[in-house]
Nanobody
Framework: VQLQAFGGGLVQAGDSLRLSCRAS????????IGWFRQAPGKDREFVAT????????DYVDSVRGRFTISRDNAKNTVYLQMNSLTLEDTAKYYC???????????????????WGQGTLVTVSS
């Protein structure tokens, strides 16, 4: 499974941005997808995750209410809509996939089998 994350860029605090994660597999609907981020000098952090059918979702508390994860299985794509961006959201954002047809929502990186290359989000004041 190959994942491609894109949509990052330079925005101002308070702006919105939508990230996309496109997968190469025909079995995309069998995978849960997570978004993680890593700021310079910090560990990779869980951001959001969605299960295979989109009915189960989880967020880290710092983005809950501002970010929305969704998926379109017909397009092999998961989205991360990011609103009210703050300086603390500056990081490289990665999407990752884990094979699961359950409601399971892993929040740690080791639970994911495949990773995209990341897309950089920079929020300026």
């Amino acid at each position: 499974v190959q994942l491609q994350a894109f949509g990052g860029g330079l925005v101002q605090a308070g702006d919105s941005l939508r990230l996309s994660c496109r997968a190469s597999t025909r079995a995309f609907s069998s995978y849960g997808i997570g978004w993680f981020r890593q700021a310079p000098g910090k560990d990779r952090e869980f951001v959001a995750t969605i299960n295979w059918n989109g009915r189960s979702i989880d967020y880290v508390d710092s983005v809950r209410g501002r970010f929305t994860i969704s998926r379109d299985n017909a397009k092999n794509t998961v989205y991360l809509q990011m609103n009210s961006l703050t300086l603390e959201d500056t990081a490289k954002y990665y999407c990752a996939a884990h094979f699961s047809l359950t409601e399971n929502l892993p929040t740690i990186p080791v639970r994911y089998d495949y990773w995209g290359q990341g897309t950089l989000v920079t929020v300026s004041s």
